[in-house]
């Protein structure tokens, strides 16, 4: 009797980023294969939500199904098992949307040539800080794909309360994002909570415009300083306990902008966790490099961590006392797939 094995292939949740920029797409290609090669490994759940996609258009001039995002979101129905790939065509929608827990599965697809932007001007005066996305996902195994993600209420002008506007807030488990932009001032970008993966993104701000409790890796992302404060912070990172596994990952990012008045993080929590690797850092980044947001007591308790940066705001000298720089075999357990369980979930963008 012959015995016929079929290999497995699967992401591999082990193989390091690799120190070299130019390696990181084939890096990325050879551990994040196809639903095709994967239908074994992923979640179950996953695995059949992605057998039988459906394909929805959203188009202005009404060619499509829906002239809206909200009424195509709406389309889905709640307990939706299916991927549902939602084509927008190209254009401004003014929407203020949200794609709630029982919603799964959802993506969000723009033309790479003629990318969409969903804009809104909310505030937290408003709605409250964390309600005020443009786009608010709660559903789990979210991903989008070319969008761009604005805010477009005024600046916050000084020490003014309420002024703070988001973008794009992600509170759903699993999720990626792929050649989007966060756009927007103050608390752009909300990466509230679960495991998500941002790659060839562009994400911009000037107070805390990265925050939340996510577990997520950055690969290959602009994070652009937004030039007119005198004080900024790209980071606000909300880790609660030693317990707890949430980091903001940062690896072959462009930190950029001018003026050295920039840390890379400040301490919301006492637990913030976060590490840039393989990032070159424009002069933004001020020789400091970190804040412990006035809590010294947070020092012992904090872990801000940086391995292999270049650039002129890398230069270690004056960091922060409480900051690290990271051996190989630290700065290892973030630099892979296995940080965020990605052999489980994690697909090649989605397209049509």
Same mark, same amino acid.
């Given at each position: 009797?012959? =015995?016929?094995?079929?290999?497995? &292939?699967?992401?591999?949740?082990?193989?390091?980023?690799?120190?070299?920029?130019?390696?990181?797409?084939?890096?990325?290609?050879?551990?994040?294969?196809?639903?095709?090669?994967?239908?074994?490994?992923?979640?179950?759940?996953?695995?059949?939500?992605?057998?039988?996609?459906? &394909?929805?258009?959203?188009?202005?001039?009404?060619?499509?199904?829906?002239?809206?995002?909200?009424?195509?979101?709406?389309?889905?129905?709640?307990?939706?098992?299916?991927?549902?790939?939602?084509?927008?065509?190209?254009?401004?929608?003014?929407?203020?949307?949200?794609?709630?827990?029982?919603?799964?599965?959802?993506?969000?697809?723009?033309?790479?040539?003629?990318?969409?932007?969903?804009?809104?001007?909310?505030?937290?005066?408003?709605?409250?800080?964390?309600?005020?996305?443009?786009?608010?996902?709660?559903?789990?195994?979210?991903?989008?794909?070319?969008?761009?993600?604005?805010?477009?209420?005024?600046?916050?002008?000084?020490?003014?309360?309420?002024?703070?506007?988001?973008?794009?807030?992600?509170?759903?488990?699993? @999720?990626?994002?792929?050649?989007?932009?966060?756009?927007?001032?103050?608390?752009?970008? =909300?990466?509230?909570?679960?495991?998500?993966?941002?790659?060839?993104?562009?994400?911009?701000?000037?107070?805390?415009?990265?925050?939340?409790? +996510?577990?997520?890796?950055?690969?290959?992302?602009?994070?652009?300083? &937004?030039?007119?404060?005198?004080?900024?912070?790209?980071?606000?990172? @909300?880790?609660?306990?030693?317990?707890?596994?949430?980091?903001?990952?940062?690896?072959?990012?462009?930190?950029?902008?001018?003026?050295?008045?920039?840390?890379?993080?400040?301490?919301?929590?006492?637990?913030?966790?976060?590490?840039?690797?393989?990032?070159?850092?424009?002069? %933004?980044?001020?020789?400091?490099?970190?804040?412990?947001? =006035?809590?010294?007591?947070?020092?012992?308790?904090?872990?801000?961590?940086?391995?292999?940066?270049?650039?002129?705001?890398?230069?270690?000298?004056?960091?922060?006392?409480?900051?690290?720089?990271?051996?190989?075999?630290?700065?290892?357990?973030?630099?892979?797939?296995?940080?965020?369980? +990605?052999?489980?979930? =994690?697909?090649?963008?989605?397209? %049509?």
């Amino acid at each position: 009797m012959i =015995l016929l094995t079929v290999p497995v &292939v699967f992401s591999d949740n082990l193989a390091p980023i690799p120190a070299a920029k130019a390696q990181v797409n084939a890096w990325f290609h050879a551990n994040v294969k196809p639903l095709a090669d994967r239908k074994a490994t992923l979640d179950p759940a996953l695995a059949t939500a992605e057998a039988t996609p459906k &394909v929805i258009k959203v188009m202005q001039d009404g060619s499509g199904e829906f002239k809206t995002v909200a009424d195509a979101i709406k389309s889905v129905p709640a307990g939706n098992t299916n991927r549902v790939i939602i084509s927008i065509g190209p254009g401004k929608y003014n929407e203020k949307l949200r794609i709630d827990r029982t919603k799964k599965f959802v993506t969000l697809y723009g033309d790479p040539k003629a990318l969409p932007t969903l804009v809104f001007d909310g505030t937290s005066a408003k709605f409250g800080t964390v309600e005020s996305a443009t786009l608010i996902v709660e559903a789990d195994y979210f991903t989008a794909v070319n969008i761009i993600f604005l805010n477009s209420a005024p600046r916050p002008i000084g020490k003014k309360m309420g002024g703070q506007a988001t973008a794009f807030r992600i509170s759903g488990d699993k @999720a990626a994002l792929y050649n989007c932009q966060m756009r927007g001032f103050q608390d752009t970008h =909300l990466d509230d909570t679960g495991k998500h993966f941002f790659k060839d993104c562009y994400i911009e701000g000037t107070v805390d415009f990265i925050y939340g409790r +996510g577990q997520s890796i950055y690969l290959n992302n602009e994070i652009h300083v &937004v030039p007119g404060d005198n004080e900024a912070m790209i980071t606000a990172q @909300a880790r609660e306990s030693e317990a707890d596994n949430s980091a903001f990952v940062f690896a072959h990012c462009t930190v950029t902008g001018s003026g050295g008045t920039t840390v890379l993080g400040r301490a919301w929590r006492p637990y913030s966790r976060v590490v840039f690797a393989y990032t070159e850092m424009s002069n %933004v980044i001020t020789p400091e490099g970190w804040s412990n947001n =006035l809590h010294p007591e947070f020092d012992k308790t904090l872990y801000y961590g940086e391995f292999k940066n270049t650039g002129p705001g890398a230069d270690p000298v004056k960091r922060a006392p409480f900051t690290k720089q990271l051996a190989e075999a630290d700065a290892k357990k973030f630099l892979s797939l296995g940080f965020i369980e +990605g052999s489980k979930w =994690l697909l090649p963008p989605h397209s %049509v």
